[in-house]
């Protein structure tokens, strides 16, 4: 699959991670401090790797580096190959919202910009990567262990390899790693993901008809729990709410502040409302017309729906809790404000009819078209006489 956008088309989704034109990089980031660098110097750089992997390294040797320059960084052990993502003072910035920051983690250091001998032993090694994670997952079969090997990213220098798995459960990978080392003869290093990682590593298409947030621009993934959908009234419908990872969708997140902020002088949902009507319990809410929906029983042992305004159900509790019956009417409700006004619409769509090209020009048509073409030649003649 080519990202959309892509400039290269031989580029596909496992080649866009060191993609140098960084258009559909996912951890690509828009410097809009980059013309004023110079006047805010800072020696951090942010560096992009595979997987949603990014750090923070030290510009010792003072390179005049910009985003999308290939570097060769320090790593553990040997040296590893990545793509700067952020420079100046927005880089600072980051560094100082990260965890490296927070533990206070020793900043590694920017060896050189890679050279072409750099980029050769890279892009070997991530040649390998393919081939190394079938085989890793024939041999998890055969060590009979509960986890999926999703990926494989390899040191610059070839001399690492980060297995990225999901497991539900701990596993006991001692024995795997000894195997993996033989096998590959490389340094091993398990890195267990989540069910979202692993589906933004996927990609697909969801429900909405767009690309995976998580496969497009989602790096860091928030909690979301279930409150989400009951703050919004969502059905709790597990096979709606799930997403391609089978975990709640991110996008329940997306517009639950507007929610809590729209209901926060809404009254409880749990009282009752004791009404000439009978007593109502709440059903639903439209919050931001702010209109509360309840129902009462009738005789035909039906249920009649009465919306009423947050201020009106604030009023019938307070009139409860002082012994005394509401009074209900049936308010009305407005679905626009101001006078409707008349569309000036014009149906151009049956001026036209679908055969008018299959007609054929008449005879007067083609008169009156000679006609027009000779009077505005012999105008023509007389004008250059």
Same mark, same amino acid.
């Given at each position: /699959?080519?990202?959309?956008?892509?400039?290269?088309?031989?580029?596909?989704?496992?080649?866009?991670?060191?993609?140098?034109?960084?258009?559909?990089?996912?951890?690509?980031?828009?410097?809009?401090?980059?013309?004023?660098?110079?006047?805010?110097?800072?020696?951090?750089?942010?560096?992009?790797?595979?997987?949603?992997?990014?750090?923070?390294?030290?510009?010792?040797?003072?390179?005049?580096?910009?985003?999308?320059?290939?570097?060769?960084?320090?790593?553990?052990?040997?040296?590893?190959?990545?793509?700067? &993502?952020?420079?100046?003072?927005?880089?600072?910035?980051?560094?100082?919202?990260?965890?490296?920051?927070?533990?206070?983690?020793?900043?590694?250091?920017?060896?050189?910009?890679?050279?072409?001998?750099?980029?050769?032993?890279?892009?070997?090694?991530?040649?390998?990567?393919?081939?190394? /994670?079938?085989?890793?997952?024939?041999?998890? +079969?055969?060590?009979?262990? +509960?986890?999926?090997?999703?990926?494989?990213? !390899?040191?610059?220098?070839?001399?690492?390899?980060?297995?990225?798995?999901?497991?539900?459960?701990?596993?006991?990978?001692?024995?795997?790693?000894?195997?993996?080392?033989?096998? !590959?003869?490389?340094?091993?290093?398990?890195?267990?993901?989540?069910?979202?990682?692993?589906?933004?590593?996927?990609?697909?298409?969801?429900?909405?008809?767009?690309?995976?947030?998580?496969?497009?621009?989602?790096?860091? !993934?928030?909690?979301? &729990?279930?409150?989400?959908?009951?703050?919004? +009234?969502?059905?709790?419908?597990?096979?709606?709410?799930?997403?391609?990872?089978?975990?709640?969708?991110?996008?329940?997140?997306?517009?639950?502040?507007?929610?809590?902020?729209?209901?926060?002088?809404?009254?409880?949902?749990?009282?009752?409302?004791?009404?000439?009507?009978?007593?109502?319990?709440?059903?639903? &809410?439209? !919050?931001?017309?702010?209109? /509360?929906?309840?129902?009462?029983?009738?005789?035909?042992?039906?249920?009649?729906?009465?919306?009423?305004?947050?201020?009106?159900?604030?009023?019938?509790?307070?009139?409860?809790?002082?012994?005394?019956?509401?009074?209900?009417?049936? +308010?009305?409700?407005?679905? /626009?404000?101001?006078?409707?006004?008349?569309?000036?619409?014009?149906?151009?769509?049956?001026?036209? &009819?679908?055969?008018?090209?299959?007609?054929?020009?008449?005879?007067?048509?083609?008169?009156?078209?000679?006609?027009?073409?000779?009077?505005?030649?012999?105008?023509?003649?007389?004008?250059?006489?």
């Amino acid at each position: /699959m080519i990202y959309r956008g892509c400039t290269s088309l031989e580029t596909d989704t496992s080649d866009c991670y060191r993609c140098n034109t960084h258009i559909c990089a996912k951890l690509s980031t828009y410097n809009w401090a980059e013309d004023i660098e110079s006047l805010l110097p800072s020696n951090i750089v942010e560096v992009r790797f595979k997987n949603t992997r990014k750090g923070f390294y030290l510009n010792v040797n003072d390179l005049e580096l910009r985003s999308g320059d290939i570097v060769a960084v320090e790593a553990s052990p040997g040296h590893d190959i990545g793509i700067v &993502s952020l420079t100046g003072n927005l880089a600072l910035r980051q560094y100082a919202h990260s965890k490296a920051k927070a533990t206070n983690e020793e900043l590694k250091k920017v060896y050189r910009k890679a050279r072409s001998v750099d980029i050769e032993k890279w892009q070997a090694a991530i040649a390998r990567e393919h081939d190394t /994670m079938l085989r890793a997952r024939k041999i998890s +079969e055969q060590l009979r262990l +509960e986890m999926k090997i999703g990926d494989v990213e !390899f040191q610059g220098d070839g001399t690492k390899a980060i297995f990225y798995y999901i497991a539900d459960e701990r596993v006991d990978f001692r024995e795997l790693i000894k195997v993996l080392a033989e096998e !590959f003869r490389v340094r091993i290093e398990m890195r267990q993901i989540g069910a979202r990682q692993e589906a933004g590593r996927t990609g697909g298409i969801g429900t909405c008809g767009r690309e995976l947030c998580c496969s497009t621009w989602i790096s860091q !993934f928030v909690s979301v &729990s279930t409150a989400a959908a009951r703050y919004q +009234e969502i059905s709790l419908n597990p096979q709606k709410l799930a997403g391609q990872c089978g975990k709640l969708k991110c996008c329940l997140n997306y517009e639950l502040d507007v929610y809590l902020d729209a209901q926060k002088d809404f009254p409880d949902t749990s009282i009752a409302l004791e009404t000439d009507k009978g007593t109502l319990r709440y059903q639903k &809410s439209d !919050f931001f017309r702010r209109i /509360m929906w309840y129902a009462c029983p009738t005789e035909n042992g039906t249920l009649q729906f009465i919306p009423l305004s947050v201020e009106k159900v604030a009023q019938i509790i307070d009139l409860n809790k002082q012994g005394q019956t509401a009074k209900v009417e049936q +308010e009305p409700i407005t679905y /626009m404000t101001g006078v409707p006004q008349e569309l000036d619409y014009h149906d151009v769509i049956g001026d036209d &009819s679908l055969t008018r090209f299959d007609q054929k020009k008449t005879q007067d048509h083609k008169a009156k078209n000679h006609h027009n073409y000779t009077h505005n030649h012999n105008k023509n003649r007389n004008n250059q006489k």
